[in-house]
């Protein structure tokens, strides 16, 4: 049985909420996080480029606070 949660549906679109944001990388002219999912495992974390994750400003701006705080 698959206990996988179901997206939010907004406007008609599946909705999922990003819970954090655990790495990046810089890829050609873009940035991509490593996003963990809310109500979601670790098995369905993934790269999503900065341009995909509009609605996820304030967790991508928790992330670069959290690692700027790594190297004080």
Do not use: C
């Not at 990388?25 to 900065?50: C, D, M, P």
């Not at 341009?51 to 004080?72: T, V």
Request: proline share 3%; hydrophobic share 35%; net charge positive.
């Amino acid at each position: 049985m698959d206990l996988t949660p179901l997206p939010d549906i907004i406007n008609k679109e599946e909705k999922y909420k990003v819970k954090e944001v655990w790495n990046y990388r810089k890829q050609g002219y873009g940035t991509w996080f490593l996003v963990h999912w809310k109500s979601y495992g670790n098995n369905h974390n993934q790269w999503i480029a900065e341009s995909g994750l509009l609605h996820a400003k304030e967790a991508i701006q928790d992330y670069w606070m959290k690692i700027s705080s790594w190297n004080l």
